[in-house]
């Protein structure tokens, strides 16, 4: 310990209470900004959950061009009229006729989780008389499996069996029942291009989105490549998983680079979710920074106070040699043990209040408590700004003490 | 070579009203010299001495300690030659109440860094002993009496040897028997180890064993003797 922590040690422990209040500022300022930040990560997590059982965090499609290139060029003079009836944006290929090309060329980026391939196309489903519509999904179930954990929602049947089986087909719970159908029953799935083919239900999916319990049915990708005539690696999408969803729109923007089809990260068209993600984040963030400015608030009244009783003091140190430097070490070195002794109880109270609302009970949808998070990153972030807060605010009493004038105060 | 010279010194207070304190004071202090600053009170002796010591640097005039121009240096300049040059004994000894009586004599030596914590150790117990408050040097510095207060803020000015040792009535609260034990310390320092002692007094017996008087009157200094 040199002479100025020497120093700053004896002013902070003469003042035990003032300490305390101190720190405790402190602590409980932290401990809500691990709070905070952990419980809305955690809704956001839940909501995450939900999201991605049937969505994939990249997907890439091949869509109509947005824009319509004109087909004669704009003539040059004005004297020249152009005119072009009925114009129309035709679409040249349907699909992805080489999806496995993609998945190649995509493999090279370790934040890729998984890849998988859909080719879905809506049809009609009867069974005798009853008939509805719905969408039919080839699905490659190892690597589907992998992504969504498809087989978990399975209420019957093995999801693995839709390989075994080219007959096979897996119906949501609601759509099996609209048409009376259960399993070992047929059904006749009918394409838009008129082409039918008789299918045996072995299995029951329910995901508990009623949209797609509705309308989904999934048999293996072979077969539906079979059933529309399409080639061998011929997909209508390629779903991409990453590490971090988040980085959805920086992956997806990576990935265009390397394909001329539509690659679409979630956030499009779900701009609700995201929003809703965000503005939690935001949330979380205001209150809790608001909480630490409040605490900040606090150091600085009572550093302050502490710089005023302490003026004298002051005086005679720099009386006896000690400079501006000295004494704005001094504060602000007993302003940071403040922000250290805070940061880390208020981490450990934190840590502890994030436990207790984990285990508070939460019986709503898939929930049984409230979420929570435990992101490293929330503990070091508190950490970080707490002690910055705590800087800031032993700064400005700090250098007011190294401005003290010693003759004013010895003069007396 | 002087020690102390002060040149031609004006100082003007201006609250509560404009009002000059001192008026054209120029002396010199030899290196060694042991002088005794007298006055009545509200002469201006405290005043000259916060000059002297750097504390006060709004004057007009220059000072010269050690044959350095003190008049003008910046004030993280004035603290370290303060911390290496002159020891002061304040008019009210100002002790830090916090910190221990060693911790207090310590801390100029701590400042100055030049001798390991065990050298400095060992010499402010030498002085403390000396000042006849051995014993003490655990307690809080405000738990300790007025006069014993004093004698640490002595020990506390010679910590660093000093070349100026300047005293605000250094004895001021001290009964005639620690007054000449201070006394002697201070004539013994002068003569032995060269250092130059600066006292304003109300002493006259104090004074009259000084080399040297300088008297204040309404800011202007009498004569020299
Ligand atoms: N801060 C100040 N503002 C205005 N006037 C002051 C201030 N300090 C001292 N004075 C005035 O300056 C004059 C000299 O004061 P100073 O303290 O130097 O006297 P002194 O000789 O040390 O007296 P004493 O022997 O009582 O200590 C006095 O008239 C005093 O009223
Ligand atoms: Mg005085």
Redesign the interface.
Known sequence: MN?NQ??AH??LT?RLRQLLVAVLSVTFGISMYVFMNSFMAGVNDQQSEITFTSMPHIKIYNELPAEVKPILPQPKDDNTALIVNSARNIRYTEGIKNADAIKDKISKFDQITGVTTQLNQNIFIRNGVSKANATLSGINTVSENLMFKTSEYLVEGDLFDLDKRSDGIIMGTLLAQNIGVGMDDNVVVTTSDGISKSFKVIGLIETGAISADKSRALVSIQTARQLFSKNKSYATEVMVNIKDYNTAVTMANEIAKLTDFKVEPWQQGNSQLDSANVLRDILAIAVSLTILIVAGFGIYNIMNMTVNEKI??I????????????VIEIFLTQSVVIGLIGGFTGLILGRIIVRIVDNIPFKIATLSTLPVAYNPTDYILAFFFGILITFLAGYLPARKASKVD??EI??? | MATLSVNNITKYFYEPVEFQVLKNISFEVEKGEFVAIIGKSGSGKSTLLYLLSTLDTDYEGSISINGIQVTGLKQNKLASFRNEHIGFVFQFHFLLPDFTVLDNVMLPALKLNRKSKDEIEHKAIELLTLLDIKGQEHKKASKISGGQQQRVAIARALINSPAIIMGDEPTGNLDSKNTKIVFDIFRQLAREQGQTIIAVTHDDEFAANCDRIIELSDGMLVDTI
């Open positions: 002479t020497k120093i004896t002013f003469s004298k003091e005086s005679i140190l720099k009386a006896m040699g000690f400079n501006g430097k000295d010693p003759v010895i003069r007396g």
